[in-house]
Antibody, heavy 120, light 108 residues
Framework: QVQLQESGPGLVKPSQTLSLTCSVS??????????WSWIRQPAGKGLEWIGR???????KYNPSLESRLTLSVDTSKNQFSLKLSSVTAADTAVYYC????????????WGQGILVTVSS | SSELTQDPAVSVALGQTVRITCQGA??????ASWYQQKSGQAPVLIIY???NRPSGIPDRFSGSTSQDTASLTITGAQAEDEADYYC???????????FGGGTKLTVL
């Protein structure tokens, strides 16, 4: 059973960089049949797709975040990561990592989510 | 703004049937997927593809698509089905993913 787990700081200061890691267990991230994605959800609001990365290092980003976003993958650690620069309070949200099969639209499974608050 | 449009809230009487819809141009090309999210929990995939349910999802949940509108139907809604429901799909280019704004389902 594949499981994903987000980790990283729960508090980030405005203008700094938000960095999160998603650890994958139960499957090798290096298989190549999947994209590894990030999704976020501000409190009381809907889901927003952030972007996805493949082990080939190819990426696709939400255009609204692209200028501040970097996704990467580390096959040696079976992890993938998110870096979002120049954060503001609007980036405060629960961040989820999830897997999507190449050619599919559905995300499954999801991590449990991690709350990141941007505040001084 | 989302490229997939959902009604913000829907209600259903216990044991009755309810349909939650998701409208967007990309749905004429790509299937929608549906997620159930209960308070404080991560979303859970409940419908994907033409009308597929992951293991463990009750068969009272079903999905369908007509032109640019996807529907999630719950036949015989239960109290535990009260939750937020989100659709997602690709955008019209196929390169990006999008979510609907979500529908809050109340079971009366």
């Amino acid at each position: 059973q594949v499981q994903l787990q987000e980790s990283g700081p729960g508090l980030v200061k405005p203008s700094q960089t938000l960095s999160l890691t998603c650890s994958v267990s139960g499957a090798s991230i290096g298989i190549g049949r999947y994209y590894w994605s990030w999704i976020r959800q501000p409190a009381g609001k809907g889901l927003e797709w952030i972007g996805r990365v493949h082990i080939s290092r190819s990426t696709k980003y939400n255009p609204s975040l692209e200028s501040r976003l970097t996704l990467s993958v580390d096959t040696s650690k079976n992890q993938f990561s998110l870096k979002l620069s120049s954060v503001t309070a609007a980036d405060t949200a629960v961040y989820y990592c999830a897997r999507v099969k190449i050619g599919a639209t559905e995300f499954d499974p999801w991590g449990q989510g991690i709350l990141v608050t941007v505040s001084s | 703004s989302s490229e997939l449009t959902q009604d913000p809230a829907v209600s259903v009487a216990l044991g009755q049937t309810v349909r939650i819809t998701c409208q967007g141009a990309s749905l004429a090309t790509f299937y929608a997927s549906w997620y159930q999210q209960k308070s404080g929990q991560a979303p859970v995939l409940i419908i994907y593809g033409k009308n597929n349910r992951p293991s463990g999802i009750p068969d009272r949940f079903s999905g369908s698509t007509s032109q640019d509108t996807a529907s999630l139907t719950i036949t015989g809604a239960q109290a535990e089905d009260e939750a937020d429901y989100y659709c997602n799909s690709r955008d019209t280019s196929g390169n990006l993913w999008v979510f609907g704004g979500g529908t809050k389902l109340t079971v009366l």
